[in-house]
């Protein structure tokens, strides 16, 4: 399962390098301030999961696992459904295109970052799901605030509050 992330993630990773680039061609400009911080916590997540994986094996109890590979599978779909929803306008960074408005559509009609919140209930879930779930736990708080500024910063650029 954290093979399938970890490609997934890079996957995402070449998607978004693409989409950044053609947002800057159109004149989108790139906010570094949560860039690093982001980034980072990606890395130290992906980095940790993969050793505790290697290194504690461990039999997580079937309705823990379930329960946990179900979430994962919804903040799956809510993070494909926003990404969708955003197009050529999903990329990683925080990117503002001039004369474009906020998209309201899709998942954002009910939750202002729904890839934040995807975030947060894979990177809680999947750990989860192998019988680490104390580490989905401390990942999900770091997510919470490394997003929650990130966050923050998207809606004084775009103007939400």
């Keep these: 399962m954290v093979v399938l992330y970890l490609l997934e993630t890079g996957l995402a990773g070449a998607w978004s390098i693409r989409n950044r680039r053609a947002l800057a061609a159109r004149g989108g400009v790139v906010e570094h301030r949560t860039e690093a911080s982001a980034q980072l916590l990606l890395v130290s997540y992906l980095v940790g999961l993969a050793l505790i994986e290697a290194l504690l094996p461990s039999r997580p109890a079937p309705a823990q696992a379930g329960a946990c590979l179900?979430?994962?599978a919804c903040g799956q779909l809510l993070g494909a459904w926003a990404a969708w929803t955003l197009g050529d306008r999903w990329c990683r960074a925080i990117v503002t295109l001039p004369g474009s408005r906020r998209v309201t559509g899709?998942?954002?009609?009910?939750?202002?970052?729904?890839?934040?919140?995807?975030?947060?209930?894979?990177w809680f879930a999947l750990p989860g799901i192998g019988g680490h779930g104390w580490y989905g736990a401390l990942a999900a708080v770091a997510a919470v605030f490394v997003l929650a500024r990130r966050a923050r910063v998207e809606d004084e650029?775009?103007?939400g509050s």
């Design 70 to 72: 179900l979430l994962f």
């Design 106 to 122: 899709g998942p954002y009609r009910f939750l202002r970052h729904p890839i934040y919140a995807a975030t947060v209930a894979e």
């Design 157 to 159: 650029l775009l103007g």
